[in-house]
């Protein structure tokens, strides 16, 4: 399975942030290797200027979030039709700052999930326990349900992000054999062929013992990603020829 590494900005970036694409683009010299897919998720004001520049350097640009419905009466959202239009490839859903902060309930995110596949983009469906439930031997649980919940039924292509509450921005990861005996979890609960991402303080320091687990299919890079001397040598981390 091709690895796909994925950086996830945040509400992070200006118009400016272009030069960090353009640093990485450099480092690749002149276009990413066809070995592995790169994907970069900058805030929605950024998705049609970065993916009229830059998706035939092989980055492709993807948003992080999507309103279920295609146009209509709510003010502030976008659809994922117009992320397509923008020249989105992929949209991230149900991330754990969005079940938290917007309340987002996993038929929300599947909802979203079926949004972002009837626009014909792939959705990056995220789940991942809290310290707490993974202290009380939950985890598996947590994960299972979300996964229930959230999951369309498609034939198309999906792709499942697995982050550790706990672990997104702390500097902490879950043991290696943690990361993997969830990951083989997942992939028993997800159609074949679905890429499994690992995503939670991903670093370079980090990146190649995680992405050489079976089943850890990529990365979704929060912090990392924002600068190309930090994403690069995490892109180069995955298996493959580069
Ligand atoms: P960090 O890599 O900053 O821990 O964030 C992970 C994340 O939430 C990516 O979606």
Same mark, same amino acid.
């Given at each position: 399975m091709k690895p796909l590494i994925a950086g996830n900005w945040k509400m992070n970036g200006l118009q400016s942030a272009k030069q960090e694409i353009?640093?990485?683009?450099?480092?690749? /010299? #002149?276009?990413?290797?066809?070995?592995?897919?790169?994907? +970069?998720? *900058?805030?929605? $004001?950024?998705?049609?200027?970065?993916?009229?520049?830059? /998706?035939?350097?092989? +980055? &492709? +640009?993807?948003? &992080?979030?999507?309103?279920?419905? $295609?146009? #209509?009466?709510h003010t502030g959202d976008v659809s994922a039709e117009m992320?397509?239009?923008? =020249?989105?490839?992929?949209? +991230?859903? !149900?991330?754990s700052e969005r079940r938290a902060d917007h309340g987002e309930t996993s038929d929300i995110v599947r909802a979203k999930a079926q949004a972002a596949l009837r626009a014909g983009l792939t959705p990056i469906i995220c789940v991942g326990e809290t310290r707490e439930e993974r202290e009380a031997g939950e985890a598996l649980n947590i994960v !299972?349900?979300?996964?229930? #919940?959230?999951? *369309?039924?498609?034939?198309a292509e999906i792709v499942v992000a697995y982050e550790p509450v706990w672990a997104i921005g702390t500097g902490l990861t879950p043991t290696l054999e943690d990361i993997g005996d969830m990951h083989d979890f997942i992939r028993s609960k997800t159609p074949e062929g679905t890429r499994l991402l690992y995503g939670g303080s991903v670093k370079p320091g980090n990146a190649g013992e995680i992405l050489a687990i079976?089943?850890?299919?990529?990365?979704?890079? !929060? =912090?990392? /990603?924002?600068?190309?001397d930090d994403f690069y040598p995490i892109i180069k981390a995955a298996p493959g020829a580069m």
């Open positions: 353009e640093r990485l683009i450099e480092k690749f /010299s #002149g276009a990413a290797p066809d070995d592995r897919d790169v994907l +970069i998720c *900058p805030p929605a $004001t950024l998705i049609a200027g970065f993916a009229a520049n830059y /998706s035939d350097e092989a +980055i &492709q +640009i993807g948003a &992080q979030d999507c309103h279920p419905e $295609t146009s #209509g009466a992320l397509a239009d923008a =020249g989105a490839a992929f949209i +991230i859903v !149900g991330h !299972g349900d979300q996964l229930d #919940g959230s999951l *369309p039924e498609t034939g079976t089943n850890v299919n990529g990365a979704l890079v !929060g =912090g990392a /990603s924002l600068n190309a």
